[in-house]
């Protein structure tokens, strides 16, 4: 398959062709998705031809959208510019044996992280309680539960209400009713009805999930268990200030911390990275 810098080279100056994007996001799967594309200002003009060219790439994509700026707000949602097809919005996205469905404009989902989400979902054992925090359209809940059937519970906790809409919906297409327990509201005042229960908890908001430590510590069961903790930092003091903050939180609540593994899930801006830390919680004595 020709990449789309080179369907593109007799339509677009030479010396713009190379800001044309090598990778853009697909969501969706074979019956229908919508690509998500990051195009700099310079190439404004060529916005409609770039649109296309990637519906000609991938036969499935209905609806070229471009970023306008970061994700923003308590939602974590971006504002979408339609640049080509139809306003399609709503999709349902195969991974890994699963479906989600989702409007892309309204929740965060991305497909990048599915490799994150088989990670965590892997080291799940038969017979864990499990509370997502920051829950979207389920992507996490639902990736535990299906590859780890025997899993006892996976409470997912999200307040926007329109992710939460779809990840009822996404519980029901993928028939875990029981198993993935939706739950509506902030993790402030949903996570302390779940206290003492919990095995295993994951926290996937980067941007602030340690002022939520406090509720995911009072999740775990005495004896403690694993938190998946998400944050940002410099490539200059990688997983350092990351796992700092949790081990002095974890103290502070009675746990000692260790760290099992950290690892970069995804670049987020020039030299600052998403970053995952399991870490694994006993019981300080
Ligand atoms: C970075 S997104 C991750 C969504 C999902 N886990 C995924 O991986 O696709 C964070 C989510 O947390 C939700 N959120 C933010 N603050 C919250 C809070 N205080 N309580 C519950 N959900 C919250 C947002 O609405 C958003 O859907």
């Not at 349902?92 to 892309?104: A, I, Q, T």
């Not at 949790?246 to 020039?270: C, D, I, M, N, T």
């Given at each position: ?10 339509l ?5 062709l ?32 770039i ?29 979408l ?65 299906k ?134 919680l006993?019981?300080?004595?």
């Amino acid at each position: 398959m020709p990449s789309l810098r080179e369907l593109l080279k007799d339509l677009i100056p030479g010396d713009l062709l190379k800001l044309v994007p090598s990778s853009f996001d697909i969501v969706g799967s074979r019956a229908g998705a919508v690509a998500i594309v990051e195009i700099p200002e310079e190439l404004e003009p060529y916005k409609r031809v770039i649109a296309e060219k990637i519906m000609e790439l991938h036969k499935n994509v209905r609806a070229v959208y471009r970023k306008l700026g970061e994700r923003t707000g308590e939602y974590r949602v971006r504002e979408l510019e339609l640049i080509g097809g139809e306003s399609v919005r709503e999709v349902l996205h195969k991974e890994h044996g699963y479906l989600l469905k989702l409007d892309v404009t309204q929740v965060y989902f991305s497909p990048r992280e599915a490799t994150e989400r088989q990670r965590v979902a892997s080291k799940v054992k038969p017979g864990e309680f499990v509370v997502v925090m920051f829950a979207g359209v389920g992507p996490f809940a639902i990736a535990i539960a299906k590859k780890q059937p025997l899993v006892d519970k996976v409470v997912a906790i999200e307040i926007n209400p329109v992710a939460y809409k779809y990840m009822v919906e996404n519980i029901r297409l993928n028939r875990l009713e029981g198993k993935v327990v939706p739950v509506l509201g902030d993790v402030r005042e949903e996570a302390p009805k779940f206290a003492g229960k919990a095995d295993r908890v994951v926290m996937p908001l980067p941007k602030g999930a340690y002022m939520y430590l406090r509720e995911a510590f009072a999740c775990f069961k005495r004896e403690g268990g694993v938190l998946h903790f998400y944050y940002w930092d410099r490539e200059d003091d990688l997983f350092k200030r990351g796992f700092e903050i949790v081990r002095k939180s974890a103290e502070e609540h009675g746990f000692k911390a260790e760290l099992q593994e950290a690892r970069v899930v995804s670049p987020y801006a020039p030299r600052v990275y998403k970053l995952a830390f399991d870490v694994l919680l006993s019981r300080r004595i």
